[in-house]
């Protein structure tokens, strides 16, 4: 069970029981149901406020999908989990606590703790790791961290949401033991360690039944087995069926207003086909919530003060130099020490060094009020003159939504083409969802939004223009007229217009700082049935195409002249996003022939890699140092230059294994047929690598930081590894910092059962634990091996078997490097 009741939980369950039989049917039924694209409904009736939720996960975004209402933005998860830090992943959440309470939000749409099944998958940067403790581990931290703010979670996508390719559909074949050994278990974990308010269930299907109606999954286990008390809200139109949601636990309908429960879940009680008992449970776990976060009149809410005020861009440049992973380094980090006036050198190459690409594309974007990319950052940290900077290559094939240079603004038009209202677009798009609309304007009423504003060109050139968006459209730049007809789309996915690619429409000659008109125009139709109304399109721009080999060759130049060119690649939105997963793990465009042509050039280049998921690095060999910058957050430039300079060592340790896409264990991730088998069962990450015997280009846990350790001793110690968490078996660890500065390690227990069972992994983490140490010192850490780290899911007897028998406890700097070990028979 999910803890035991306190007194004050006790109270607030009173409140809730006497909110609930005040209720007749059809406020309970309404309350359980959307009321727009965020919210919960009001019932003043019972002294209910309109539960507001907002995604997620590195930010908070608000109720709406615009720069006008700015949010902090966090490193990717990915990088939080790179950190290996619950406590840190804790901090992170209580600033989003404050984030929300600042919006009015009272639950954050988040954590995702789905896997990295596979490195294809495209929201691959929005989840944490390939290894399911770690995930439990950094997932419990964060949820404690929000919760601790009075502010709810829903841990998602519960479950199985491990690639994006007909995501709505999808049916996910796994056994038994694969869900409970690796994509349960993150979950079961959060529930136990900090009890999350709400879980989200997902739009796929797992053996058969979508996860909206999953009874066995949600009722038997995560409520039943797991005692999980919190709000099971589905993920965005993913409910389907009144009865079939409703016994199969789901509690929130979302988004409205047109959802399965509301008034059809009332007909349906009435109907006889669904017990009214049923929807008051669902009543209840929403009421809860509510009382949870201080929204149901009479009931304290768990948090009364709020922590002590967190400062999101000191934190999030804190993170992000924490997270950074140092994959190879051969003394070129940190920074030459002469770098006064005239001393080091560097050339800072790469679009993505000037356009940082701060967070992946989705669900999880949100706006941050600054970015600091790069190239900001080291020229704020380094002395004047002693920084060039370069393209290189660009990595963007294609349009991007039109930022830069652009100041534009939304103007609505009623059939007859009168104004009724105008709205903000602070990055050249309108994403506009359910009645989240302009002042004065209704979906009612509006017949053509036009996107109008002038464009300032940094560079002189032939300038691409294009439009992001589906249906009837007239783009203008300077008066003349590039295209007026309606752009149709390729698949049947109701969010293409959000996240499919922009189409090329218009090529114009433009003069650097010169000002032009530009204007979008486009002529509105919701399509009668859609699950929800949404308005987005976006007017899209590409810089004048330079010649790439000529960028390649400045680029070249700039490395020669300096002591160290810093190349940062990148991937782009097109490559990693919600909505469809990668096909490839190249970088793309001509990104990897700047860096040989570089690295040939100066014997010192360091790589940085923007990417929030794995890339090919075909070069590794040829330069001095890779740097993983996953997506680093708005501060990812300052934490850049912290690191560069030595001012700090980068923290962060592999959260997933590091490989080619041709070696890659588990690439499936297209189902046929409607099914995605997981063939690979309980053999996913680092537990396929070593199964395969494969060797990959950077292993699990590997990351290196300024100083150097030696791990002197381990012992076991207290008692039987039997009794579980804390009071079972303990592995102490002696670690010596014997570099020549302060530093942190992120010491790892991997445990092996001694006879080798091909049906279990070769080994796996059991536990792990950050330590910091001066010059010279050395210190003791002292770890517990959980009980589960011994157990298998039996399926013949539907239950968890401790495997007893002799096991290698090694602890190290990776899966692979391991450098003490001790026996432990158990
Ligand atoms: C995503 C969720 C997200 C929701 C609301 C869905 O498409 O899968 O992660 O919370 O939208 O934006």
New binding site residues.
């Given amino acids: 069970m999910a803890g035991t009741r306190t007194p004050a939980d006790e109270a607030r369950e009173a409140v809730v029981e006497a909110a609930l039989g005040k209720l007749d049917l059809d406020a309970k039924t309404r309350l359980l149901a959307g009321q727009d694209?965020?919210s919960l409904p009001a019932l003043p009736e019972i002294g209910l406020k309109s539960l507001v939720?907002?995604?997620?996960p590195i930010g908070v975004?608000g109720v709406h999908w615009t720069a006008d209402d700015p949010s902090i933005a966090l490193p990717s998860p990915t990088a939080l989990a790179a950190t290996w830090d619950p406590a840190l992943a804790r901090r992170a959440g209580t600033l989003l606590a404050q984030e929300a309470r600042r919006k009015q939000v009272h639950v954050l749409?988040?954590p995702?703790v789905n896997l990295h099944r596979s490195p294809l998958g495209g929201?691959h940067f929005?989840a944490y790791s390939e290894d399911p403790y770690l995930t439990g581990e950094i997932g419990s931290g964060y949820v404690q961290g929000v919760q601790s703010g009075g502010v709810g979670t829903?841990v998602?996508?519960f479950v199985a949401?491990d690639a994006e390719t007909d995501?709505f559909t999808v049916n996910n074949l796994l056994s038994e033991r694969a869900l409970r050994e690796l994509y349960l278990a993150p979950f079961e974990a959060i529930v136990a360690n900090a009890h999350p308010w709400g879980i989200?269930t997902?739009?796929n299907s797992v053996n058969g039944t979508t996860m909206t109606e999953h009874h066995h999954l949600v009722n038997e286990i995560l409520r039943g087995e797991w005692g999980f008390d919190g709000v099971n809200v589905s993920?965005?139109?993913?409910a389907r069926a009144t009865v079939g949601a409703v016994e199969g636990g789901l509690d929130v309908a979302?988004?409205g207003p047109r959802t399965v429960y509301g008034e059809a879940l009332a007909t349906a009680v009435r109907a006889g086909e669904v017990e009214e008992a049923k929807v008051d449970e669902a009543v209840r776990n929403v009421l809860r919530l509510a009382a949870r976060v201080g929204i149901l009149e009479g009931a304290e809410p768990v948090v009364t003060e709020p922590p002590a005020t967190v400062d999101g861009e000191a934190l999030a440049r804190e993170i992000a130099r924490r997270s950074f992973v140092l994959v190879r380094n051969q003394g070129a980090l940190p920074l030459g020490e002469g770098r006064g006036e005239g001393g080091h050198k560097v050339a800072l190459i790469g679009a993505a060094a000037r356009d940082a690409r701060v967070l992946g594309g989705?669900?999880?974007t949100v706006f941050p009020s600054r970015v600091v990319p790069p190239l900001d950052g080291l020229t704020a940290a380094l002395p004047e003159g002693s920084l060039t900077y370069a393209v290189g290559a660009d990595p963007n094939e294609e349009l991007a939504v039109a930022d830069r240079g652009f100041t534009l603004r939304a103007v609505c038009r009623d059939r007859a083409g009168t104004v009724i209202g105008t709205g903000s677009a602070p990055n050249g798009q309108i994403q506009w969802m359910g009645d989240d609309l302009p002042e004065g304007v209704t979906h009612a009423t509006l017949h053509s939004v036009e996107l109008t504003g002038t464009f300032t060109p940094r560079e002189s050139g032939t300038h691409t223009l294009g439009i992001k968006g589906l249906g009837a459209f007239t783009l203008t730049v300077d008066g003349t007229v590039h295209f007026d007809d309606i752009q149709r789309g390729t698949k049947d996915d109701p969010?293409e217009a959000f996240f499919g690619a922009p189409v090329e429409r218009a090529q114009v000659d433009l003069v650097a700082g010169e000002t032009y008109e530009v204007a979008l125009r486009h002529v509105i139709v919701v399509p009668e049935g859609a699950p929800l109304k949404m308005i987005g399109f976006a007017l899209a721009h590409q810089d004048p195409r330079r010649d790439p080999d000529e960028l390649i060759a400045e680029a070249v130049e700039a490395a020669r002249a300096a002591d160290t060119a810093v190349v940062v690649v990148a991937t782009t939105d097109r490559v990693e996003s919600?909505?469809f997963d990668r096909k490839d793990l190249r970088l793309p465009g001509r990104q990897d022939e700047l860096v040989h042509a570089v690295a040939a050039a100066n014997p010192n280049t360091v790589v940085v890699v923007n990417a929030g998921s794995p890339v090919e690095l075909p070069w590794r060999e040829e330069v001095a140092a890779v740097l993983l910058s996953w997506f680093p957050g708005q501060e990812g430039g300052a934490a850049l230059a912290d690191v560069l300079t030595g001012a700090h060592e980068p923290g962060g340790r592999l959260p997933t294994t590091w490989g080619s896409h041709a070696a890659a264990p588990v690439t499936q991730v297209v189902p046929a047929d409607g099914e995605l088998p997981y063939t690979e069962g309980v053999f996913i990450g680092y537990r396929a690598w070593e199964k395969e015997g494969r060797t990959p280009s950077y292993a699990f846990g590997h990351g290196l930081g300024y100083t150097d350790w030696t791990y002197e001793s381990i012992e076991l110690g207290g008692g039987d590894a039997g009794a579980g968490a804390g009071s079972g078996t303990t592995v102490t660890v002696r670690v010596r910092n014997s570099g020549a500065r302060a530093g942190r390690e992120v010491v790892q227990v991997y445990l092996a059962p001694v006879e080798a069972d091909a049906e279990r992994p070769a080994r796996w983490l059991a536990a792990f634990a950050g330590v910091e140490a001066g010059p010279g010192e050395s210190v003791d850490v002292v770890l517990a091996l959980p009980r589960r780290a011994f157990e298998v899911w039996d399926e013949s007897t539907g239950a968890w078997v401790f495997v007893k028998g002799s096991y290698e406890v090694a602890a190290g700097r990776s899966i692979v490097d391991r450098r003490v070990a001790a026996t432990i028979n158990v």
């Fill in positions: 694209m965020w939720m907002s995604d997620g975004r749409l988040a995702t929201r929005e829903t998602k996508h949401n995501r989200m997902a739009y993920d965005w139109t993913a979302m988004p989705g669900s999880a969010f919600e909505g």
